[in-house]
């Protein structure tokens, strides 16, 4: 059984930093890649981040690089998205996703508030 469970999201201000996590169960996490979306109320679900198995490869949204940070500690199956330089415009529910045996699974989401 597949899941992803997300954590670490809250209200910043403007500047301000926040590193989500994403716990993942029922598939062999060490070998997929991992992604980070993002939607933000009344606009379409977007890719932010992505980080690939065993050579850790990764790639990013232009409107994050530079400020985020997308990792994974397969020992615990958990891949982190480490947020820096807030704007106000990261404001968005963050979702962690794989495809995993022909079906893209996602978490619940977390609420990131960046406001002053």
């Known amino acids: 059984q597949v899941q992803l469970v997300e954590s670490g999201g809250d209200l910043v201000q403007p500047g301000g930093s926040l590193r989500l996590s994403c716990a993942a169960y029922?598939?062999?996490?060490?070998?997929?890649?991992m992604n980070w979306y993002r939607q933000a109320p009344g606009k379409e679900r977007e890719l932010v981040a992505r980080i690939t198995s065993f050579d850790e490869r990764t790639n990013y949204a232009d409107s994050v690089k530079g400020r985020f940070i997308i990792s994974r500690n397969n020992a615990k199956n958990t891949v982190y998205l480490q947020m820096t330089s807030l704007k106000p415009e990261d404001t968005a529910v963050y979702y962690c996703n794989v495809w995993y045996g022909s079906v893209d699974y996602w978490g619940q989401g977390t609420q990131v508030t960046v406001s002053s």
């Open positions: 029922g598939f062999p996490f060490s070998r997929y890649t």
